[in-house]
């Protein structure tokens, strides 16, 4: 038996900007780095341009963790965008995320 949730019921939540929310919707999956920790699972979205709650749910199925050192020594320095760590202390990791749009919640 399937059942559809309601959208309004979840109550995890994820930001995402305008962009990344016009490509989910047309693709119907996308990627996400973010120097938080997201769980497995379904998520509400919210829009970061407008701080609105959006009519979607996405669940993240993926979920690499790398840090700034081990991923240089592996790619090296010049593959690396340091920024994307600008507000990860020292030594800690940035979290790599694939999600796709969630059909069960209405």
Known sequence: MTF??????????LDLDEYKIKEALEHGKSTLISSKFYNKGVY?????????????????????????????????????????WNDVPQGEPIFFYSFKLDKFVK
Do not use: H
């Open 44 to 84: 509400r979205v919210r829009n970061t341009d407008s701080d609105r709650l959006e009519n979607m749910a996405i669940n993240i199925d993926k979920i690499a963790a790398v840090t700034y050192d081990g991923l240089t020594k592996e790619l090296g320095a010049g593959c690396v965008d340091k920024n994307l």
């Open 4 to 13: 559809k949730l309601e959208i309004e019921r979840l109550g995890n939540i």
